[in-house]
């Protein structure tokens, strides 16, 4: 049996520029901010920082001068992600 299948590319990004997305992208982002706020000292400042490039996308912030710190021995970012059920990965250029 031969399946002919084709991607529908216009399809794709009208989904992936959709309102949904933005949606599930931001509801994900929100839900690390509040993974990690338990992680760190109480009062430190956590921002989700919204941005669209050619679809929705947003950054969690740990706006604290010990952030890099905290990444670095405990994983603090990496372990919110994985707890929001992410995959986090080396990026490549």
Request: glycine share 10%; charged share 30%.
């Amino acid at each position: 049996m031969l399946i002919d299948f084709r991607l529908d590319s216009a399809g794709v990004r009208e989904v992936l520029r959709g309102q949904e997305v933005r949606d599930l992208i931001d509801g994900k982002a929100q839900e690390v901010a509040d993974n990690v706020r338990v992680l760190v000292p109480s009062g430190t400042p956590i921002e989700v920082r919204r941005y669209t490039t050619d679809r929705g996308a947003a950054t969690v912030v740990v706006a604290d001068v010990q952030a890099m710190g905290w990444q670095a021995r405990d994983g603090i970012l990496t372990r919110a992600a994985g707890f929001a059920g992410l995959e986090v990965r080396a990026w490549n250029r």
